[in-house]
């Protein structure tokens, strides 16, 4: 079985074919500028149907960044596309280009079934004093701004490799896990009792760890006086703050994640120092909320930075693993994002097949 | 040596008498409703010697407000005043230590008012009032952000184009170190650690203003204020953290009116917003019903993330302070924040805590936990006395 995986982004779209069982992709490309095409439904069609041979998958998997209270994965119908279309308040730009995606996937490779895969779905359950803002509730609803993760995908994947996971503490039967995804924008959550607690993201890019171009958390009074003392108006502040910060900021130049790591230069130290002092402020308040830690896990594009975070990370945890007398442990996912939501999409077919079957 | 201190608030001041270095309180009060609005109902409420007065006097501004209190205190002629001392909330990079005034020293200060714009003037127009006035009196700056001034480059930059940084002096400055300190050292004392090796997570948690300071080996090393006072904890009017897009939103929908944003974040949301009833926290915690319940659960959750964030960074710590109006009274409030953390060493025993004549300084800890939870009555007044003192001698 095959499956396609689309991830569209800003501006790429990201194409892969996984076969079941098979942990590399067999195909992968990417089209640059797709929202061009998606003004033109036949262009589109046509493209993919040049790149990816119809023959070649059974199922398409979409990856979306936002799904409100949708959990996924979700086989697409009409209620499904009804349900997108009011949501696109909360997701303005996102939201219908997917829905524009599905109309294209659906006139060319039709009856293939569509699956949607939504980023949001882990935090679902996010409690509502993790989630909101300390301002009026009028207001907060007006601005639509609360907080939510990011990479849901991979935090579930992450947690649910724990979960199942022979080597888990056969005492404790709800695990404590951190799941640190370092991605350009990293994340970290807080997993237990089957709910993630706390996420170090906001409602937006603008709150959390510190990314490659973005300043992640940021003082509010700063905004204000940038606004009064340099007299720039929102929109020019946000685009410094998502694109000319971060880790840019703190070098001077574009570098990723991985170079602060592997770079010896004192502006990559001071950016790595940046980034590791906010990991510990996060993993300290995930530890608070849980009351303790079992596990942490390490994904996303940069997962295997977790070879030098994860010996780390347990010598700073040395006093919790002495005071909760449990060792903490921790895990590298290697796995790309593709890779998981090819395996969440079989393994939602072959669910959906067993149920209908029976 | 008699050292008065003065605490400016936007419409009050608070003044205390101390005789140094004994530290023994003489004297004190606080003229309240101080400005042009309220000048009707303007007043001293003055103490000494145990005995109560109050003196219905108009006093516009600030400045006034000192000439009557200097009056008072003239006429009275109960004990000499030998310097002052001033509570500066703001001293950005220009001072780290306290300060003994001068000419050179007052210009700065005029010119990073605006860093603290509600605090700083009231209380730089009674240093200048001060100056005219009195000039043979030795006065001395202490600012509740040179406790700080040690938080280490990784904690305090901030990671946006170093131009808008260097213009605005942008990075983390951190509040309330008068207290902080002050509560640390004293838990310090109260421990048997010597202040140099001393870790700590002080909670400042008053009924206005809140923060957590980290302390590793005597040295403030984090503080959940930031540049601003508006940063880190929910507080009675102020968000706390919050995802600059929200601010940038507002901005939009005042129509950049930054005054607007400004308000509304200071002042008109915290505990305020979220219950739309109370900006007291001991209010709400006095309600029973969902919405309350909901206000306290988000207030207590960040202030038990944050702790957790600093007891990691700090490592191996000695202590937990709670201090301040909330964190030295409300019993409730320091067993859920604590409830839970165990994994850090910490166990509160219920019936000390619970205790109606909890007798401060207090170790609420119970016997067996590796980590103490100590209640410490803040006094930032002494505080600036202390110093003030010994900055003159």
């Known amino acids: ?358 | 040596m008699n050292i008065l201190v003065f605490n400016s608030g936007s419409s009050s001041l608070k003044y205390k008498l101390f005789s140094m270095p004994e530290g023994k309180e003489l004297l004190g009060g606080e003229a309240q409703k101080v400005g042009p609005a309220m000048t009707a109902s303007s007043r001293i409420v003055h103490r000494i010697n145990g005995v109560e007065s109050i003196h219905k006097v108009p006093m516009t501004n600030p400045a006034a407000a000192f000439a009557e209190v200097m009056k008072l205190l003239t006429a009275e002629q109960a004990f000499p005043i030998d310097a002052i001392g001033h509570r500066m909330v703001h001293g950005g990079t220009f001072f780290t230590r306290e300060t003994i005034v001068d000419e050179a020293v007052l210009a700065t200060m005029k010119r990073i008012e605006n860093l603290a714009p509600i605090h700083n003037p009231p209380s730089l127009q009674i240093v200048e009032s001060c100056q005219a006035q009195y000039r043979s009196l030795r006065q001395v700056l202490v600012f509740d952000t040179a406790f700080h001034s040690t938080i280490p480059d990784y904690a305090s930059c901030c990671p946006i184009p170093s131009r808008i940084c260097r213009k605005l002096g942008i990075r983390k400055y951190g509040f309330h170190g008068t207290s902080h300190e002050y509560v640390c050292r004293q838990a310090a004392e109260f421990l048997g650690v010597p202040f140099e090796e001393f870790n700590a997570v002080s909670c400042h948690l008053g009924s206005g203003g809140a923060s957590l300071c980290a302390v590793r080996q005597g040295c403030s090393i984090d503080n959940t204020m930031g540049y601003s006072p508006l940063q880190g904890l929910i507080m009675s009017t102020r968000t706390g953290q919050l995802d600059a897009a929200i601010p940038l939103k507002l901005l939009s929908l005042y129509g950049n009116d930054y005054h607007s944003v400004s308000q509304f974040l200071n002042s008109r949301s915290g505990i305020l917003g979220l219950s739309q009833k109370y900006s007291d926290i001991r209010d709400v915690l006095a309600e029973t019903n969902e919405n309350s319940r909901a206000v306290t659960d988000a207030y207590l959750w960040r202030i038990q993330k944050y702790l957790g964030s600093y007891l990691l960074y700090v490592g191996d710590v000695h202590a937990v302070i709670f201090t301040d109006t909330i964190g030295e009274t409300m019993a409730s409030v320091r067993w859920e924040i604590c409830a839970n953390l165990s994994c850090f060493g910490i166990q509160v025993d219920y019936a000390v805590n619970s205790g109606e004549q909890l007798k401060l300084p207090a170790d609420i800890a119970s016997a067996d936990s590796p980590v103490r939870v100590l209640v410490i009555q803040t006094d930032e007044e002494k505080a600036i006395a202390t110093k003030t003192y010994w900055k003159l001698n």
């Open chain 1, 1 to 358: 079985m095959h499956v396609l995986v689309l991830r569209p982004e800003m501006n790429t779209l990201h194409l892969s074919v996984y076969e079941n069982q098979k942990r590399s992709e067999l195909l992968a490309t990417e089209l640059v500028d797709y929202t061009d095409y998606l003004e033109h439904p036949g262009e589109l069609s046509g493209w993919i149907a040049r790149h990816i041979p119809a023959q070649s998958f059974d199922v398409i998997c979409i990856r979306c960044l936002f799904g409100g209270q949708m959990e996924g994965p979700e086989w697409v119908t009409e209620k499904t596309i009804k349900h997108l279309e009011q949501l696109i308040a909360y997701s303005p730009v996102h939201l219908p280009r997917v829905l524009e995606l599905i109309r294209v996937l659906q006139q060319t490779f039709m009856p293939i079934p569509i699956v949607l895969l939504f980023e949001t779905a882990f935090f679902k359950m996010l409690p509502e004093r993790e989630k909101i803002y300390a301002i009026e509730y009028t207001q907060a609803k007006e601005l639509g701004v609360e907080r939510r993760g990011f990479h849901g995908l991979f935090h579930m994947a992450a947690c649910g490799r724990t979960l199942h996971s022979k080597e888990q503490c056969p005492v404790r039967t709800s695990p404590r896990i951190i799941s640190i995804c370092l991605e350009p924008i990293s994340e970290i959550a807080a997993f237990f009792g089957n709910r993630a607690l706390i996420t170090s993201s906001g409602g937006t890019v603008l709150e959390g760890l510190i990314g490659e171009k973005s300043c992640g958390q940021i003082d509010p009074g700063i905004i204000l006086d940038i606004a009064r003392e340099i007299k720039w108006g929102p929109e020019e502040i946000s685009q410094v703050l998502t694109q000319k910060s971060g880790i840019l900021a703190l070098v001077g130049k574009a570098v990723t994640l991985r170079d602060i790591f592997l770079k010896k230069s004192n502006a990559c130290k001071r950016a790595r120092d940046v980034f590791q002092y906010q990991v510990i402020q996060h993993c300290g308040a995930a530890i608070a909320v849980m009351g303790g830690c079992d596990k942490i896990v390490f994904s996303g594009k940069y997962a295997a930075l977790g070879e030098i975070l994860g010996p780390w990370l347990l010598e700073i945890c040395r006093p919790v693993m002495r005071y909760q007398q449990r060792p903490i442990t921790y895990e590298i996912l290697y796995e790309p994002i593709d890779r998981i939501c090819a395996d969440m999409a079989f393994s939602s077919f072959l669910s959906q097949k067993k149920h209908t079957a029976s």
